[in-house]
RNA sequence: GGCUCCGUAGUUCAAUGGAUAGAACGGAAGUUUCCUAAACUUUAAAUAUAGGUUCGAUUCCUAUCGGGGCUACCA
């Protein structure tokens, strides 16, 4: 890359013209601004101790001495303490020729045997997927993507909730008010199915608590007291010591959950290479746990539980085993974590869950490294903000949820209907369309969600979040399918680009430039988003460079110039853009259609 | 209360400590005998407050105000 070959030789011009030797990282070199004549920008200021002499002097000093040195440097020109430098255009047109028919541009090869190890989704099988789960899909898959690109193997993998308290309540909720209901009998997807006595047990739950505060007790006694929720102990209990009926139970309900999530997923196209249970990996956490308790690290309470004491690294006591023998959800992620540690050796454990847990996280590192447990500084949790809601946070109990499967057949439904009101459908076969609709409305859909910083907390509007204008994944879509359109009339008008070379020495309009240098910005990018786990990276990226590519096809003709090297260039301009705006979606987790 | 994250146009989002804080939607005004007008052009509009560090602060530090999250023998 040019940067890399700047940053070398500003450092050899300081070490001349000033004698002191500098490394890269203290060059300060980015993009020239829009409206400033330069194609990379070095910021001066932090060399003047070292120089000796005015902002406008050294820069002088090093743009000469870069000038003189560089082959790819057309001009310079200072403004205060930025030294803006030209590139040559056939620097540009080299770039160009080269890499616009490199399939793998921007991507890199493989740089190790051992694995980053990505976990996304893990769905609780009480409840439906919800926005927020959409979010933490797009973003896992999208990451995973990302990382890819980046020449990391990567291992999806799924954890799922599949134990726990909590899934005792809705089998109890079930097994009392259930009346062999299954999803065939009631045409409930099997997790909708599971979600409504979930939302059961709470109501009745809510309403014996209420009734004994009405008695005269506490609201913590009643909470512990309610009749229904000591029966789900008793359930838990049960399940542990592997009770027939109740572990019958539990995997029938459990398997409606999974079916129900699979279409889910397979709607949202996001997959996952290995899937873990809680339920197999809590066992292997309560032995650690002990192991811990052997050799003094964790201690246990008069009442038999058992806890791990961070107090005198600023945080509090963490319970790591009840006292009737149950685990708790940090007793599982240990488990979990030495588990996939054991299966894949990874350089990495990224785990993509909600800011909510940051706490979990902290605690469970910590208490992993107490353990003995090496890898635990590269357990790397990317917490990412929540979705919130024009009435404010989700409540799954309270029934304010976004359901992924609802938001998917709505975004749809606005799809068909724009579509169909802008006549683009009319040319159409049924299932064409409904490729299409289906294209278009995941395609807003998740680029809406992943253009987003993913630490940041974001805000969904359904009523306004449906906009297929503007910065939106339909707008990158067109964006896409009129470079499509545009080729295949080259093709019918016997322009015959696919082979044709280019001559390296036509010059360069402004806009042509601009959209070639958005190009090249494709490696930076992949790289940055990679460093950062963010997608929003990508996203904001493929946006400015449809934006602008679509600036070059309003002023510029294309096929319709006449000069035969301005038309072959500009065709190939089109084709590159079109490809990188289809690889950066990809990369998002976003398909593109050829015509829209 | 303690810990933590966040306050940027009317709204939703950008901006490795750098130049005149960018977009989009919404508002106002335009572009179609011309490669798809889901496009393009022009325009008004913002860094919560007060200090500090720095040649330079939306960015780093402190305080205040406002909002979210965590602070479970739920996950």
């Known amino acids: 890359m040019i ?103 921007g991507f890199h090869k493989t740089r190790s045997e051992r694995p980053v190890l990505l976990e996304y989704s893990s769905p609780n099988t009480n409840k439906p997927l919800h926005l927020g789960h959409i979010r933490n899909n797009l ?25 726990g308290i909590h899934i005792c309540k809705s089998m109890l909720a079930y097994m009392k008010w259930g009346n062999h209901e299954t999803p065939a009998s009631s045409g409930m997807k099997g997790d909708h199915l599971i979600g409504k006595y ?44 592997k009770d027939p009926e109740t572990v019958g139970l539990w995997k029938l309900m459990n398997g409606w959950a999974y079916d129900g999530f699979d279409v889910t997923y397979r709607r949202l196209g996001v997959d996952f290479d290995h899937i873990y249970y809680e339920s197999e990996t809590y066992l292997l956490g309560k032995n650690l746990v002990m192991e811990g308790l052997g050799k003094g690290i964790l201690k246990r309470k008069e009442d038999g539980s058992i806890w791990a004491d961070l107090r005198n690294e600023g945080l509090d006591e963490k319970l790591l085993q009840r006292a009737d023998g149950t685990s708790v959800y940090m007793t599982q992620d240990i488990g979990t974590a030495q588990l996939r540690y054991d ?18 996280f902290d605690v469970l590192k910590r208490v992993l490294s ?57 040319e159409l076969s049924a299932s064409e369309a409904e490729k299409l609709f289906n294209t278009i409305s995941l395609g807003a859909l998740k680029y809406f969600i992943l253009k987003v910083d993913p630490k940041k907390n974001m805000m969904f509007d359904p009523v306004e979040s449906i906009d297929f204008n503007g ?84 002023e510029l003709p294309v096929l319709k110039e006449e000069d035969p090297s301005k038309r072959l ?9 079109g490809n990188i705006i289809r690889r950066s979606m990809k990369l998002l987790g976003i398909e593109v259609p050829e015509r829209m």
């Open 3 to 105: 940067e890399t070959k700047l940053l070398e030789q500003t450092c050899i011009a300081v070490s001349k013209l000033y004698g002191h030797d500098l490394n890269h990282n203290s060059i300060g070199l980015e993009k020239t601004k829009k409206e400033i004549t330069g194609d990379f920008t070095i910021v001066v200021f932090p060399l003047l101790k070292i120089s000796r002499k005015s902002p406008e002097a050294t820069a002088a000093d090093i743009g000469t001495f870069l000038q003189q040195n560089m082959p790819e440097i057309k001009e310079f020109n200072v403004i205060k303490g930025f030294l803006n430098l030209v590139l040559t255009d056939e620097f540009w047109m080299m770039f160009l020729v080269i890499q616009s028919v490199n399939p793998e541009f």
């Open 471 to 554: 910065n939106t994944g339909p707008f990158i879509q067109y964006t896409y399918a009129r470079i499509q359109s545009l080729l295949v009339k080259a093709d019918a008008a016997g322009i015959l680009w696919k082979d044709a070379k280019i001559p390296v020495h036509v010059p360069l309009l402004p806009l042509e430039k601009e959209t070639i240098k958005r190009l090249y910005q494709f490696m930076e990018t992949v790289v940055q988003a990679g460093e950062e786990h963010s997608p929003a990276i990508i996203a904001n990226y493929v946006f400015d460079l449809a934006k602008g590519f679509n600036q070059f096809y309003q």
């Open 198 to 241: 979930y939302v059961l047990f709470d109501k009745h739950y809510k309403a014996q608590i209420k009734d004994l505060i009405g008695k005269g007790l506490t609201g913590e006694e009643a909470e512990r007291q309610a009749p229904l929720i000591t029966e789900a102990q008793d359930i838990l209990r049960k399940w542990e010591a």
């Open 139 to 163: 973003l896992g898959f999208s990451l995973a993507g990302i990382l890819k690109a980046n020449g990391h193997k990567v291992v999806k993998v799924n954890l799922v909730n599949d134990r």
């Open 370 to 426: 107490m353990l003995g447990k090496e890898y635990s500084t590269h357990v790397n949790h990317l917490s990412y903000g929540m979705v919130e809601l024009p009435e404010g946070k989700m409540k799954s109990r309270e029934g304010t949820v976004v359901d992924a499967d609802d938001l998917m057949d709505e975004m749809f439904i606005c799809a068909e209907q724009i579509t169909r009101e802008l006549g683009k459908a009319n």
């Open 343 to 360: 299966d894949y050796h990874p350089l990495e454990m990224i785990y993509v869950v909600g800011n909510e847990q940051n706490y979990h």
């Open 569 to 577: 260039l500009r065709i190939c301009i089109s084709k590159f853009t």
